[in-house]
Nanobody
Framework: QVQLVESGGGLVQTGGSLSLTCVAS????????MAWFRQAPGKEREFVAG????????YYTDDVKGRFTISRDNAKNTLYLQMNSLKPEDTAVYYC?????????????????WGQGTQVTISS
């Protein structure tokens, strides 16, 4: 059974930092694209960042460029998201996702595996 388990969420003030971790189990994900999504109350789930297995090139939504860094450790089957200079509008539940293909895409429907999410709250 495939599992993605996120951790690292919490409450921080504006300008603070958080580091999210996603540990994958049940299969090896070192040939899969993986990504972080987020969903704020009353909004649709949106792509935040993703990384390709083939190129290792990261992709970011414009809102987080320069502030967030995605990385992965294939040996540990783990995905990370370092979030700096956090803003109140970053408040959301953050989800880890993986897809069977190797390239990063931004649509939620193209991802095959999802974690349960971790809450990130930024106070103003």
């Amino acid at each position: 059974q495939v599992q993605l388990v996120e951790s690292g969420g919490g409450l921080v003030q504006t300008g603070g930092s958080l580091s999210l971790t996603c540990v994958a189990s049940g299969r090896t994900f070192n040939r899969n694209a993986m990504a972080w999504f987020r969903q704020a109350p009353g909004k649709e789930r949106e792509f935040v960042a993703g990384v390709s297995w083939i190129t290792a090139i990261p992709y970011y939504t414009d809102d987080v460029k320069g502030r967030f860094t995605i990385s992965r450790d294939n040996a540990k089957n783990t995905l990370y998201l370092q979030m700096n200079s956090l803003k109140p509008e970053d408040t959301a539940v953050y989800y880890c996702a993986a897809r069977a293909s190797t390239n990063v895409v931004r649509a939620t429907t193209d991802y095959d595996y999802w974690g349960q999410g971790t809450q990130v709250t930024i106070s103003s």
